[in-house]
């Protein structure tokens, strides 16, 4: 366990006054509350950082706990011993007074340093903000979960660990990119009685296939050979669930858009409803003309103009 | 409107010590959605963490209610940016 710098923290020298932590402190707790830095990690791991500096260094017994022993906190015990100051019940390093300002915020993990439950003892109550941190609900935790577009298709059953938990939740068809959906009930635990909180998921899905998708239709470009584009004739396409075979009208147009009606993405928590797949043709000129070819298709040219 | 989705502000009030001002301040700014049934105010359920939110801003770090509106705009945006930087991310995946 290492030792922190709580002053460094603060970015404050040992000679900061308390007006001076207090004021190092809300500056650093409005940059990087979690509250205003949404899905960042390392501003609520600041922030935290932050609460467990000033909790420390705002009561003059810590501090002055905290300065007397600094890297040597380990032998804190044996030197109060030895010193046989050691007050009766909660004195020495028994936890905190309470009565400082903490700010409270949304975490999906409030324990304090390993070296803080060291050194203190764990963390006194009430240290959620002069009293007023009685909450109804408990607090949301959020995660990410990566999926291949081929996977929410169909609607599927997953089992998914959050803070050591085992959840098993099903994933509608359809679901978006980037959407988040709630699972009432599996947050934290509520506070005095309350409800726990809601787990929130958010969606990141990955396409790796050849369509594009926009909400529950798809889109694909399809190689057209020139021939077939001119005369017409029958392709083979890919759709998301296997091939089907086209009919190509004579004289397709490159850019050509095409719609296979139900052939898309299957609508969100309407699983029996799909979107329609749009082809758009894209011919290929033929290259590396023989002689006769050449001389064929002069000829065309000369009935054309 | 179900009454067991509603939580009065009243309560509100009461179990997180804030003014009642406060909470009519922030539904005339347009950040917490006041409904009355029977002359009574309450505030849905799933708004209960934007307004657990507004209030750590409020009375933590000070921020008044113009700040507050700002906050919230630029939190949409900042919300907004990282949906959209998400869906690059992923379309720059398929050329990776």
């Known amino acids: 366990m290492d030792f922190i710098d709580y002053y460094k923290i603060l970015e404050l020298d040992k000679s900061a006054s308390q007006a001076d932590i207090k004021k190092a402190y809300r500056k650093l707790a409005r940059k990087y509350h979690p509250d205003l830095n949404p899905n960042d990690k390392s501003a609520q791991a600041k922030f935290q950082q932050i609460n467990e500096a000033n909790e420390v260094l705002s009561d003059p017994e810590n501090r002055k706990k905290y300065d007397e022993y600094g890297k040597d906190w380990k032998h804190a015990d044996q030197f109060e011993q030895a010193k046989q100051q050691r007050p009766q019940g909660g004195g020495g390093f028994g936890g905190f007074g309470g009565g400082q300002q903490q700010y409270s915020g949304n ?53 998914i660990t959050v803070n050591g938990k085992n959840i098993r939740l099903t994933i509608p068809a359809g679901v978006e990119n980037g959407q988040t959906i709630k699972i009432k009930g599996h947050g934290g635990p509520g ?19 050849n369509f594009k998708r926009e909400k529950e239709n798809l889109y694909a ?21 296997g091939k089907v075979k086209l009919a190509v009208k004579p004289e397709t147009q490159s850019g050509t858009k095409v719609k296979l009606k139900g052939k898309g993405f ?4 309407k699983e029996d409803q799909f979107g329609d797949l749009y082809i758009t043709y894209q011919i290929k000129m033929p290259t590396n003309l023989s002689a006769k070819e050449k001389e064929l298709f002069q000829e065309l040219q000369k009935l054309r103009s | 409107m179900n009454l067991e989705e509603l939580i009065a502000t009243e309560e509100l009030c009461t179990k997180y010590r804030v003014e009642h001002t406060f909470i009519r301040n922030l539904n005339d700014s347009g ?43 630029l939190l949409r945006q900042v919300k907004k940016l990282q949906k959209s930087n998400l869906q690059l991310r992923n379309r720059l995946n398929l050329y990776e």
Not at chain 1, 126 to 145: I, V
Not at chain 1, 225 to 239: K, Q
Not at chain 2, 39 to 65: A, G, M, P, Q
Request: proline residues 1%; negative net charge.
């Open chain 1, 107 to 159: 975490f999906e993990d409030d324990r304090f340093s390993d070296f803080f439950e060291e050194m203190f003892g764990g963390r006194a109550g009430g240290g959620a903000g002069r009293g007023r941190a009685t909450h109804f609900k408990g607090q949301d935790f959020n995660a990410e979960l990566q999926l291949n577009l081929k996977d929410i298709y169909t609607s599927q059953k997953q089992t």
């Open chain 1, 191 to 209: 506070v005095q009685g309350g409800p726990k909180g809601d787990l929130l998921i958010t969606f990141n899905i990955l396409n790796n296939t």
């Open chain 1, 221 to 241: 470009t399809v190689d057209l050979d020139f021939y077939t584009a001119l005369l017409g004739g029958e392709i083979t396409v890919d759709t998301f669930t």
């Open chain 1, 266 to 269: 299957p609508k969100y928590k």
């Open chain 2, 31 to 73: 950040l917490l959605e006041i409904i009355t049934v029977e002359k009574t105010e309450y505030v849905h359920c799933d708004s209960i963490s934007d307004f657990e939110k507004l209030r750590r801003l409020h009375y933590d770090l000070h921020i008044n209610l113009e700040g507050l509106e700002a906050i919230e705009n």
